[in-house]
């Protein structure tokens, strides 16, 4: 059974980076049929994808254009596990944020991140 | 505004049949398949459909899914108040290079 553990912070200050890190168990991080999404959850912008990283043969990354310059989502070989880092960001970031395998239905427990000084 | 369009709200009562629609483009619903999630309040979304009407086992077949043009479709039969949840469709858009979510429907049962 595969099950994503997410870990990071609540609370971030503008303008700093936030990170999050997804804990995978159950699967490879280098699965070559599997793709790691991280996705965000909001009132005002309902469930928004952020990005993705995946192996194929190499290491693919795909990021939103909404966030592409400000966000970089990093596998972990080692660990077994992906991590999402959003720089400079804004109250407007707050969001409940998910790691998915979205095709297969893994979904972590969501972290709610809020963005305040 | 979200890529994909859903109504916001649906309604049924106990045993009845639902149908709830999401409407897309060329570049998503047109070229690739639609997932459906499901989401109680308070959970993460479950996935229920995958590939416009593949059910994940565990998933009962009162749930269906299809797919026509750029549109897709989400069915609940026999209708239960525990399926009382928002539901979500989602699909890859080639333009955007991104998967993108419908707003979300709101069913409830009466």
């Known amino acids: 059974q595969v099950q994503l553990q997410q870990s990071g912070p609540g609370l971030v200050k503008p303008s700093q980076t936030l990170s999050l890190t997804c804990a995978i168990s159950?699967?490879?991080?280098?699965?070559?049929?599997?793709?790691w999404n991280w996705i965000r959850q909001s009132p005002s912008r309902g469930l928004e994808w952020l990005g993705r990283?995946?192996?194929?043969?190499?290491?693919?990354?795909e990021y939103a254009v909404s966030v592409k310059s400000r966000i970089t989502i990093n596998p972990d070989t080692s660990k077994n596990q992906f991590s999402l880092h959003l720089n400079s960001v804004t109250p407007e970031d707050t969001a409940v944020y998910y790691c998915?395998?979205?095709?297969?239905?893994?979904w972590g427990q969501g972290t709610l991140v809020t963005v305040s000084s | 505004q979200s890529v994909l369009t859903q109504p916001p709200s649906a309604s049924g009562t106990p045993g009845q049949r639902v149908t709830m629609s999401c409407s897309g483009s060329?570049?998503?619903?047109?070229?690739?398949?639609v997932n459906w999630y499901q989401q109680l309040p308070g959970t993460a979304p479950k996935l229920l459909i995958y590939?416009?009407?593949q059910r994940p086992s565990g998933v009962p077949d009162r749930f269906s899914g299809s797919k026509s043009g750029t549109s897709a479709s989400l069915a609940i039969s026999g209708l239960q108040s525990e399926d009382e949840a928002d539901y979500y469709c989602?699909?890859?858009?080639?333009?955007?290079?991104?998967?993108?979510f419908g707003g979300g429907t709101k069913l409830t049962v009466l």
């Open positions: 998915v395998e979205l095709e297969r239905g893994y």
């Open positions: 989602a699909a890859w858009d080639d333009s955007l290079t991104g998967w993108m």
């Open positions: 590939r416009n009407n």
């Open positions: 060329s570049s998503n619903i047109g070229r690739n398949t």
């Open positions: 159950g699967d490879s991080v280098s699965s070559k049929s599997a793709a």
């Open positions: 990283t995946y192996y194929r043969s190499k290491w693919y990354n």
